[in-house]
């Protein structure tokens, strides 16, 4: 397999220094993030407020680290698009939100974006499989979605199997990416699973130096 992905999540950083805080895992070298993950969260969806397509416009222009989006919002058949247009590497949507969720993929993948398709813990990936066909990522929530620093719930790493499996057969052509309670007690099962990139938020902003969590937690993952 390629070289495991690190996404760290902005959540969990000092939203006042948003542009340092994200130049801190852009350097060149090993402590380079591979994206920088973005929770949009529209206290609907989930029972938390962050930030918008203003702010995601502002990150865009600071930062040549590519920017996966994951929108935790109602309606994202109207409101994922402006992420895509916008130049965001990645849109993710939830399943569980979606209306059209084929229909979205298409319309992100001619903004130019890749698309993602995200799945809650509690949520069986089986009916959505063939949907997953016109998906570039497949985001697997490890957390009810809503708030970083929770536990990882490692029952999740069924479906991480279940799609592993179908990229692995040629059945699906997708980055499998995992989100909530990643750290250096979890990545290991998490990689072992399947997991192509992960996203973690206080393991790297809650660390004393946020390059040098990216770096470990990619070795880590790589063993
Ligand atoms: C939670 C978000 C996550 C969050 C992960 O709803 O989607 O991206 O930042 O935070 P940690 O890594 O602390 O669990
Ligand atoms: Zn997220």
Redesign the pocket.
């Known amino acids: 397999m390629a070289s495991p992905l690190i996404a760290p ?1 902005i ?2 950083a000092d939203f006042a220094k948003l542009g340092e805080e994200i130049a801190a895992v852009a350097r060149p070298g090993e402590t380079r993030a591979d994206w920088v ?1 973005v ?1 949009v969260m529209d206290a609907h969806f989930v029972p938390n407020l962050t930030l918008g397509l203003p702010v995601v416009e502002s990150i865009l222009k600071s930062t040549d680290v590519p920017i996966d989006c ?1 929108l ?1 919002i109602d309606d994202p058949d109207r409101w994922a698009i402006g992420y895509a247009e916008a130049g965001a590497y990645n849109v993710t949507v939830h399943v569980e939100a979606a209306a059209d969720p084929v229909m979205l993929a298409k319309n992100l993948r001619a903004a130019g974006a890749k698309a993602g398709l995200s799945i809650k813990p509690g949520t069986p990936l089986e009916p959505h499989l063939e949907t997953l066909k016109h998906y570039d990522t497949l985001l697997v929530m490890s ?1 009810e ?6 536990s990882f719930i490692a029952d999740v790493l069924e479906k991480v199997r279940t799609a592993r499996r179908l990229v692995d057969t040629g059945h699906l052509k997708l980055v499998v990416e995992i ?4 750290n250096s007690d979890t990545i290991e099962q998490a990689a072992e699973a399947g997991v192509d990139c992960f ?5 790297v902003y809650g660390a004393e130096d946020p390059g040098r969590a990216v770096a470990a937690l990619r070795e880590q993952a790589a063993r």
């Open positions: 999540s959540l969990s993950h929770d994951h935790m957390v979605p809503g708030f970083g620093g929770q989100d909530g309670g990643i996203v973690a938020g206080s393991a």
